[in-house]
Structure formats: C-alpha cells, structure tokens
C-alpha cells in the first residue's frame, strides 16, 4: 500500500510519536512563519541566509544565494526522517563548485548551442560556459545570484516569494527581466513552485529547479535502484555538445522508455549512443500532455528500500533527467560523505534545451507586456 503524507502524519500521531520526532525543529514549526538564520558571507562581505520552512510533515532549508534548495527532509514509512536532496553545508562550496545542487536556473534553463540565438531579426550572443555553448544562464546564471526573500504564511500554507532583477544584456539576454519565484510548502507537506516573469524587450526565458534527488538520503549510494516513470513517448536526442539535433525520437525499444516504472539503472549500460554521449541519461522528454493551462502528473521517482516517492506535476512541454553523470568523488555533501557518479538524479520541469535555434520545438520567447508563469508541484509519500 502507498501511503500518503497525511496517513503517514495521521498514524504517527495515532502511535503516539511525539511532534518533535515528525516535524518541529527549533528552527521552524509546522505551518508557522518561515525562520531566518545566517548561513555565510560571500567574498563581497554579503551575508547569505537559509531559510527554514515546515509544512504537513516536509522541512525546507532555502538560501538567499540562488534560491538554493539546502536541504529537504521527508519521512520514510517509519516515520524517520532523512534529507533527500544533495548539497553543501557552507556557502563557499556553492560559490566555488556547486553542479548547481538545488538551485534556481536562469535565464534559460539547459544549453544554447554555441550561446547564440536571433530573434526579430537581431543576433545574440550570450555568456559560454560548457565548452562551446551555454548553460544555464551562462557563467553567471540566476544560481549565482542574491535573490530578495519575502517570507508568507496564507491561510494553511507556508513559503517564499523569491524575487531578482535580471538587467537588460546580463550574460547577453535582451530585456530587463524582472523575476519571482514562490516556493510553497502546503499543509499536505507538497513543495510547489511558482514562476513568474516580465521583460521590457522581446527575449527568451526557460526557468527551472536544478534539485538532485536521492529519496533514500543525499549520500547514501546510487539512485540506480530508484524506479522512475515518465509520461513520454519521444525525447530529444542530442549531439555531442548535449545540443538537441531537432529530432524528437520514440524512447519505444530503447533505454529512454520510462513510460512504465523501471530501476533507472536497468538499462543504464545499454550502450545505446545517446548514453554513450551523455555518460548515462541527460537528455530532455518530450512529455505526451504537452503544454497545459495546469499542472498534470508527469513522472514518479519512487525508492523501493525507504518506500519515498517523489510525484511531479508540471504545466511545461519537457522534462531533462539527468542522472548525475558528472558527479566524480570530488565533492563532499552536507552529511560529510562524497558524491560519485549516480549518486543523485534531477528532474527539471522545462521548455526543450536550445529551444530559439529550432523552429520545430514550442517557443520560449517572452515579450514585453506579457508574463511568463509556469507551475511544478512535487507530491511526497511513504
Ligand atoms: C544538464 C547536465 C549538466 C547538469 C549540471 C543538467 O541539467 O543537463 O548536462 O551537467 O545539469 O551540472
């Protein structure tokens, strides 16, 4: 039986575990206004704070420093708690090598090839940082950046409005794009995130949570055992850039066919040479619903030993699983363990990587006046 996290918080309260073993932490309580403490200082003498946040049996740890997702605790089907989302536990690591854990990317989510696009006309060049094209908002992406927090408590839920300041030309993208992002915490222990964005020039904008999942505890071992479906009959294969060729292929009769539950490491050694490019999977699912009005359940991670699953719903046309390939033994996570390849995979609600040089692929393009809003809701059981 799949339990949910009200069964879950209903049968511990019926067992009689004390709220403290469930939720209330000193530094946040259930449901209560989000909590504030100083995580660090950045070089410039900026003092960079993690937020902690408690809802519905889920605790939320967010930095200033680019929205970052510090840590992120659920239950497993005794009730004990465990951190499921990889990361630091100091603020000069996410400066200085941070594969992004956690973090908010912009302005473009993924990669644009040779960091180049043209629109109306005009040609762009944006900041390169993966060999020769861009990644994530260039070398300077929305990760990296001091967002403004504003902490609300509505009604039964909790969270943060994030919001930053994108200046016209920063790593080479058009328009002022002015940002916030809401990360609720529901009284179901659901983390939602809420993206809104205007532009005062014509551009393009592909946001996202670059979120490493482990379910069963950041630096605990592989995610090859976890089971994951995705709702896609096609992805997009790339070159060896991980630039997508423009091809959208069916995933039928190859390691990419996540449509039914399958250990992600079942078919992680196929051969098949999209893996080979990728070092495993790192590519975008074209999601069969396309794009909605709402949310709608795409794909399910679910870790057979603590019996966690992860339930993702999202309104946008794709989704990159990456199974955390370049994770190499050289960084030490929060608990003091190193991360090896495989150890963590992310999930990222998006529009398709290098979406302004293919005509075929549904557009990112914002224009002023308009507002670019987009929804992912994460739904979490024991
Ligand atoms: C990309 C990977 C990249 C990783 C960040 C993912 O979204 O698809 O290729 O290595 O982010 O380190």
């Given at each position: 039986?799949?339990?949910?996290?009200?069964?879950?918080?209903?049968?511990?309260?019926?067992?009689?575990?004390?709220?403290?073993?469930?939720?209330?932490?000193?530094?946040?309580?259930?449901?209560?206004?989000?909590?504030?403490?100083?995580?660090?200082?950045?070089?410039?003498?900026?003092?960079?704070?993690?937020?902690?946040?408690?809802?519905?049996?889920?605790?939320l740890?967010v930095?200033?420093?680019g929205g970052i997702v510090q840590s992120l605790?659920?239950?497993?089907?005794?009730?004990?708690?465990?951190n499921v989302v990889a990361g630091?536990?100091?603020?000069?690591?996410?400066?200085?090598?941070?594969?992004y854990f956690g973090a908010l990317i912009?302005?473009?989510?993924?990669?644009?090839?040779?960091?180049?696009?043209?629109?109306?006309?005009?040609?762009?060049?944006?900041?390169?940082?993966?060999?020769?094209?861009?990644?994530?908002?260039?070398?300077?992406?929305?990760d990296?950046?001091?967002?403004?927090?504003?902490?609300?408590?509505?009604?039964?839920?909790?969270?943060?409005?994030?919001?930053?300041?994108?200046?016209?030309?920063?790593?080479?993208?058009?328009?002022?794009?002015?940002?916030?992002?809401?990360y609720?915490?529901?009284?179901?222990?659901?983390w939602?995130i809420?993206?809104?964005?205007?532009?005062?020039?014509?551009?393009?904008?592909?946001?996202t949570s670059h979120v490493y999942w482990n379910l069963?505890?950041e630096?605990?071992?592989?995610?090859?055992?976890?089971?994951?479906?995705?709702?896609?009959?096609?992805?997009?294969?790339?070159?060896?850039?991980?630039?997508?060729?423009?091809?959208?292929?069916?995933?039928?009769?190859?390691?990419?066919?996540?449509?039914?539950?399958?250990?992600?490491?079942?078919?992680?050694?196929?051969?098949?040479?999209?893996?080979?490019?990728?070092?495993?999977?790192?590519?975008?699912?074209?999601?069969?619903?396309?794009?909605?009005?709402?949310?709608?359940?795409?794909?399910?991670l679910?870790?057979?030993?603590?019996?966690?699953?992860l339930?993702i719903?999202?309104?946008?046309?794709?989704?990159q699983?990456y199974?955390g390939?370049?994770?190499?033994?050289?960084?030490?996570?929060?608990?003091?363990?190193?991360?090896?390849?495989?150890?963590a995979l992310c999930l990222e609600t998006?529009?398709?990587?290098?979406?302004?040089?293919?005509?075929?692929?549904?557009?990112?393009?914002?224009?002023?006046?308009?507002?670019?809003?987009?929804?992912t809701?994460h739904?979490?059981?024991?």
């Amino acid at each position: 039986m799949e339990l949910n996290r009200r069964t879950v918080i209903a049968g511990a309260a019926a067992a009689g575990i004390a709220a403290t073993t469930l939720g209330g932490t000193a530094e946040a309580a259930s449901g209560r206004k989000p909590v504030r403490k100083l995580f660090g200082t950045l070089a410039d003498g900026t003092k960079v704070y993690r937020w902690s946040l408690e809802n519905g049996g889920t605790r939320l740890k967010v930095l200033s420093y680019g929205g970052i997702v510090q840590s992120l605790e659920l239950p497993d089907r005794h009730c004990r708690y465990a951190n499921v989302v990889a990361g630091f536990d100091n603020v000069a690591d996410y400066v200085a090598k941070s594969p992004y854990f956690g973090a908010l990317i912009g302005r473009y989510g993924n990669r644009i090839g040779k960091g180049r696009f043209t629109l109306d006309g005009t040609a762009y060049q944006l900041s390169v940082n993966d060999g020769d094209n861009s990644l994530h908002g260039g070398a300077q992406g929305f990760d990296k950046h001091v967002w403004d927090v504003e902490p609300f408590v509505k009604g039964s839920d909790v969270g943060l409005h994030l919001h930053y300041t994108s200046v016209d030309g920063e790593m080479g993208y058009p328009g002022t794009l002015r940002t916030t992002v809401t990360y609720t915490l529901t009284r179901h222990g659901d983390w939602r995130i809420d993206y809104a964005a205007t532009t005062d020039k014509a551009t393009v904008v592909n946001l996202t949570s670059h979120v490493y999942w482990n379910l069963a505890g950041e630096g605990s071992g592989t995610i090859e055992d976890h089971e994951l479906t995705i709702a896609a009959s096609r992805y997009t294969p790339t070159d060896s850039g991980l630039i997508p060729t423009g091809e959208l292929a069916g995933v039928a009769g190859t390691p990419f066919d996540f449509r039914h539950a399958k250990p992600v490491g079942r078919d992680i050694r196929a051969g098949h040479e999209q893996q080979v490019l990728a070092k495993g999977y790192d590519h975008n699912w074209v999601l069969d619903k396309g794009i909605t009005a709402r949310p709608e359940h795409v794909a399910t991670l679910r870790d057979p030993r603590s019996g966690r699953t992860l339930k993702i719903a999202t309104d946008q046309p794709g989704l990159q699983f990456y199974s955390g390939n370049f994770l190499d033994g050289t960084l030490t996570g929060t608990g003091g363990r190193t991360y090896r390849q495989g150890d963590a995979l992310c999930l990222e609600t998006q529009h398709f990587p290098d979406s302004p040089n293919h005509a075929n692929f549904p557009s990112t393009v914002l224009r002023p006046g308009r507002t670019y809003r987009t929804s992912t809701l994460h739904t979490f059981g024991a």
